[in-house]
């Protein structure tokens, strides 16, 4: 769990958004710390291909 922003927050805010109508996605990535994604000492492959990931099928849901 992480001790900067608990997953429960995460989901409660993420819920709030879906109920107001913007579209949320909330992936919870089990065994990482917050500042996992940011922190370039910390970042593994497993990481770095998720993030590659998400930023591919974002620009592939942007396309017209």
């Given at each position: 769990?992480?001790?900067?922003?608990?997953?429960?927050?995460?989901?409660?805010?993420?819920?709030?958004?879906?109920?107001?109508?913007?579209?949320?996605?909330?992936?919870?990535?089990?065994?990482?710390?917050?500042?996992?994604v940011?922190?370039?000492?910390?970042?593994?492959?497993?990481?770095?291909?998720?993030?590659?990931?998400?930023?591919a099928?974002?620009?592939?849901?942007?396309?017209?």
């Amino acid at each position: 769990d992480d001790a900067v922003v608990p997953v429960s927050q995460s989901r409660t805010f993420a819920a709030a958004l879906t109920k107001a109508g913007i579209p949320v996605r909330l992936d919870v990535l089990t065994g990482q710390s917050h500042s996992t994604v940011v922190d370039p000492a910390v970042v593994g492959d497993e990481i770095a291909a998720y993030v590659a990931d998400l930023a591919a099928s974002t620009r592939a849901s942007a396309s017209p």
